[in-house]
């Protein structure tokens, strides 16, 4: 047993090696790492992040573009959502699975494709309906500021003047507004108390749109009238629309296959 102890001993001794001294281990301190070049190259060593948050905004916004934007106007008088998604369903195309779908990827992905959706989109809205309570009750108000094109249809006449607190922010936040309407007759074309009644609102709710959408906005308008014609328009928005034909326009004029 002593031979063992001894032995052991002994074999232990020669394995320790002494304590480095105070210059032993400030000469051999590595010298500091140089990071920027270390850290480039671990991250040219790493594969390419995926995801589809991991595309650039603006590549983010062509692809919500492309599923939710439509070239039709949207019936404002029915749901927001369920009228759009109706729409997009029915259309055909290599994108057709994915257009509702995307919506429920996130609330990240959510929040910036509705942007897309009511900012892009034109929303259609007879002014002489309901002065405005379906667009109250279909849309929330984030949806409704997020309203960027407007399509207003007058054919007859609401005895209500706009509802200023709900048509005013809409109108000023527009970057682009069509409006289809048939003139009145004037005054001295109708003794009708009804017409004179139609007339004395249409000038109401045309001096009201003026006077609320942005200074630079150019107005579309669908009046009847071709158009080298001169129209009521003038009066309204002088040197600030342009003509264009609808479908609206092609059945309140009989234009078309309405003839």
């Known amino acids: ?122 929303f259609r809205y007879p002014f002489d309906y309901d002065n405005g309570l379906r667009l109250r009750t279909n849309f929330t108000p984030a949806e409704i500021g997020r309203i960027r094109k407007l399509c207003i249809v007058i054919e007859g006449y609401d005895a209500a003047l706009p509802d200023m607190e709900l048509w005013s922010p809409i109108l000023a936040q527009l970057n682009r507004l069509i409006i289809v309407a048939r003139e009145p007759l004037d005054y001295t074309l109708s003794r009708g108390e009804k017409e004179v009644a139609r007339r004395i609102w249409f000038d109401t709710v045309m001096t009201f749109i003026s006077a609320h959408i942005p200074d630079s906005l150019v107005v579309d308008v669908d009046d009847g009238h071709g158009e080298e014609e001169r129209s009521w328009i003038e009066l309204y928005f002088p040197g600030r629309y342009r003509k264009m034909e609808t479908i609206d326009g092609d059945l309140i004029f009989n234009r078309g296959e309405w003839a």
């Open 1 to 122: 047993m002593a031979i063992f102890q001894k032995s052991f001993s002994s074999k232990h001794k020669h394995k320790q090696k002494p304590s480095p001294t105070l210059q032993e281990v400030s000469c051999s301190t590595p010298k500091p790492l140089r990071l920027t070049e270390s850290l480039a190259e671990i991250l040219s060593s790493m594969p390419n992040p995926t995801g589809f948050l991991r595309l650039p905004a603006e590549l983010r916004n062509e692809i919500y573009h492309y599923c939710l934007v439509q070239d039709t106007f949207n019936d404002a008088c029915f749901s927001s959502r369920g009228l759009i998604y109706s729409n997009l369903l029915n259309r055909s195309g290599p994108c057709s699975d994915l257009e509702t779908n995307l919506l429920l990827v996130s609330k990240q992905v959510r929040e910036e494709a509705y942007g897309i959706m009511y900012s892009k989109n034109t």
